[in-house]
């Protein structure tokens, strides 16, 4: 703290995160630009914040990857900055009244302090006055764990990006230049929404959303909807839709209905954790052992339905539709006709993908004319290093384009504190200059231990993984 001005009376003075707002002596790691807030007192946050600003670090995306990597590189004493909408993807991308899939242990901190638990001690509940956890009781706790933490993130969208000799440099769309020695890509699902080519194709454009375009389902009251897709998106849109005033909802999809029943992800938390200390774990083991952990993951999240959502969904509007697939579609007179291959055809007025994510680099917008011929991709997925570092130099991915190095886990909060403790801890080496001659030490025993053929062996506590 400098100045005699500590974080909370900056916070108790109101003002708020975001863009165009005056913080006043905000402790020096929370300007951007690696900038002391004795030389840039008063600095606003806005667009021409970035102008043409220096940094150490660039985070770009404010969800839960970027914050809690945020947090790591304030008590690492790492000059930073964050860009992107707090928490934009869960407000713009997600719907009211969604449920979270997780519970109170996945919490951002990566000190362990500003926990889930520690949000519900200070506003008096306990983890099952609030299971399951609600989007907006997430988005406030992160909401608090921004203000506790004092991160303060721009609101601008990163539009390029390049290099410029050993830096790199994002250009924001309002035209500002933020040059960074490292950038963390911690951008999130936004990017990656999929829709089968063929039923992109089959349906009016204008007809037609994938999940994360539709959170306001009031403009689809008193209509009739098809959901294509089966697993938890699906159904909660669904129930969601019917309770919001839609008229009729099906639901086609080609497996069978997956059971209403708790996920148990009680075994990811010290796999994950374990991860911190052992970055390059999950990249040594066999593809079968690969294969075997990534099932057991998606099987908790894939074949199970949350159990409250079951009641909500067994009502007369709501017709489910198995084991089938899509194989045409016709304006007709009175809507959009539906043809599926159980030789049913249905009216609908609007189609919903709840087709899900996949991740394919090279369609990240901002990488277009720059970076893109640089960063090596592999299924997909841009090849990362121990320490999700990618092709390019000082450029790290994290997240869901993680999954393929570090494993399914990265696609969930689970992994928010480990990825935020091994790019920290390497960024802050390299910036002190021991990472080289670690990495020497680390690339020896990696070699000694791929040279040992490993198979995934399941730490003592977590039983065999499930087939
Ligand atoms: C429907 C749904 C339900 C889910 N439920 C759960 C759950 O219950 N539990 C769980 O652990 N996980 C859940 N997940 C996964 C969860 O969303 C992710 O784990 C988490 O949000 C990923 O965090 P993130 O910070 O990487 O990305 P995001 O939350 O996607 O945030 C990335 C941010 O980057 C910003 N950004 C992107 N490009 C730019 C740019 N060019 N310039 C500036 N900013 C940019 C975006 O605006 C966005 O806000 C769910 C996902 C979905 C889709």
């Known amino acids: 703290m400098n100045a005699g001005v500590s974080r909370r009376s900056v916070l108790a003075s109101g003002l708020a995160i975001g863009a165009g707002l005056i913080i006043p002596g905000a402790p020096a790691r929370f300007l951007p630009g690696g900038v002391r807030a004795a030389d840039r007192r008063d600095e606003p946050l806005t667009e021409s914040t970035a102008k043409d600003t220096r940094t150490d670090l660039l985070i770009v995306g404010a969800g839960p990857f970027g914050l809690s990597l945020a947090a790591y590189a304030q008590q690492a004493d790492i000059p930073h900055m964050?860009?992107?909408?707090?928490?934009?993807?869960?407000?713009?991308?997600?719907?009211?009244?969604?449920?979270?899939?997780?519970?109170?242990?996945?919490?951002?901190?990566?000190?362990?302090?500003?926990?889930?638990?520690?949000?519900?001690?200070?506003?008096?509940?306990?983890?099952?006055?609030?299971?399951?956890?609600?989007?907006?009781?997430?988005?406030?706790?992160?909401?608090?764990?921004?203000?506790?933490?004092?991160?303060?993130?721009?609101?601008?969208?990163?539009?390029?990006?390049?290099?410029?000799?050993?830096?790199?440099?994002?250009?924001?769309?309002?035209?500002?230049?933020?040059r960074s020695?490292?950038?963390?890509?911690?951008?999130?699902f936004g990017n990656f929404a999929h829709v089968p080519p063929e039923l992109a194709l089959a349906f009016p454009r204008d007809r037609c959303d994938h999940t994360s375009d539709l959170v306001d389902f009031g403009r689809l009251k008193d209509q009739r909807v098809l959901i294509i897709g089966g697993r938890q998106s699906a159904f909660e849109w669904a129930a969601l839709m019917r309770e919001a005033g839609v008229a009729a909802v099906d639901l086609c999809y080609r497996h069978d209905t997956p059971a209403f029943a708790a996920s148990d992800w009680r075994w990811v938390n010290p796999i994950v954790d374990r991860m911190a200390?052992?970055?390059?774990?999950?990249?040594?083991?066999?593809?079968?052992?690969?294969?075997?952990?990534?099932?057991?993951?998606?099987?908790?999240?894939?074949?199970?339905?949350?159990?409250?959502?079951?009641?909500?969904?067994?009502?007369?509007?709501?017709?489910?539709?198995?084991?089938?697939?899509v194989t045409g579609a016709d304006q007709g007179a009175s809507g959009i006709e539906v043809a599926l291959d159980s030789g049913e055809v249905l009216t609908v007025d609007h189609v919903v993908f709840a087709t899900g994510y996949k991740v394919d680099f090279v369609r990240v917008p901002f990488l277009a004319n720059g970076l893109r011929s640089s960063v090596n991709v592999r299924d997909g997925f841009p090849v990362l290093d121990e320490h999700f570092q990618a092709s390019v130099p000082g450029l790290?991915?994290?997240?869901?384009?993680?999954?393929?190095?570090?494993?399914?886990?990265l696609g969930f909060t689970v992994s928010v504190r480990a990825q935020a403790k091994i790019i920290g801890r390497n960024i802050s080496e390299v910036m002190n200059g021991v990472a080289a001659s670690k990495a020497r030490s680390t690339l020896a025993s990696s070699r000694r231990a791929i040279g040992a053929g490993q198979r995934f062996v399941p730490p003592p506590a977590f039983g065999a993984p499930a087939n």
């Open 82 to 178: 964050v860009v992107g909408a707090p928490m934009g993807f869960w407000k713009a991308n997600m719907p009211q009244g969604m449920h979270l899939r997780s519970s109170c242990d996945w919490s951002l901190d990566p000190l362990g302090v500003h926990s889930i638990d520690a949000y519900l001690k200070n506003i008096g509940r306990i983890c099952r006055d609030v299971e399951p956890l609600s989007r907006n009781f997430y988005l406030d706790y992160a909401g608090w764990f921004q203000r506790e933490k004092g991160i303060h993130s721009l609101d601008v969208t990163v539009s390029s990006m390049h290099t410029e000799g050993r830096d790199l440099v994002a250009v924001t769309e309002g035209g500002g230049r933020i």
């Open 181 to 188: 020695r490292f950038i963390v890509l911690a951008i999130g």
């Open 277 to 325: 200390d052992d970055p390059g774990w999950y990249r040594r083991l066999s593809p079968d052992a690969k294969q075997q952990l990534d099932q057991r993951f998606w099987s908790e999240g894939r074949l199970k339905l949350e159990p409250w959502l079951a009641s909500r969904i067994k009502h007369a509007s709501i017709k489910l539709h198995p084991r089938t697939a």
């Open 396 to 409: 790290y991915v994290t997240s869901l384009a993680a999954t393929r190095d570090f494993g399914s886990f």
